[in-house]
Nanobody
Framework: VQLQASGGGLVQAGGSLRLSCSAF????????MGWFRQAPGKEREAVAV????????DYADSAKGRFTISRDNAKKMVTLQMNSLKPDDTAVYYC?????????????????????WGQGTQVTVSS
């Protein structure tokens, strides 16, 4: 599985960005997907995750009401729409994939131990 994230950049506080992640895999719908971020000096944390079907999503408290995760299995792509951005959102954002069958019906994982990772895209929010 190869993941390629794009869409990061510099934006003023209150602005919006849309991150995209393209997956190079035969069966994209076999994987739960997630967006994670890591700011300098901080641990990597989950931002939003989505199930293989798109039917389940979960968000970090900091993202609820501002960010929306979605996926298009036909295009093998997952996106993160980020609105009302804050300086605290500044970080490198990573998309990640995890075999959905490994969950065995348990809730989506919000921990940064997904199996496959993209290269990251920088998001900088200026005040």
């Amino acid at each position: 599985v190869q993941l390629q994230a794009s869409g990061g950049g510099l934006v003023q506080a209150g602005g919006s960005l849309r991150l995209s992640c393209s997956a190079f895999v035969r069966a994209f719908s076999d994987y739960d997907m997630g967006w994670f971020r890591q700011a300098p000096g901080k641990e990597r944390e989950a931002v939003a995750v989505i199930s293989w079907s798109g039917g389940e999503t979960d968000y970090a408290d900091s993202a609820k009401g501002r960010f929306t995760i979605s996926r298009d299995n036909a295009k093998k792509m997952v996106t993160l729409q980020m609105n009302s951005l804050k300086p605290d959102d500044t970080a490198v954002y990573y998309c990640a994939a995890d075999d959905s069958s490994a969950r065995s019906g348990r809730p989506l994982r919000m921990t940064p131990n997904y199996e496959y990772w993209g290269q990251g895209t920088q998001v900088t929010v200026s005040s």
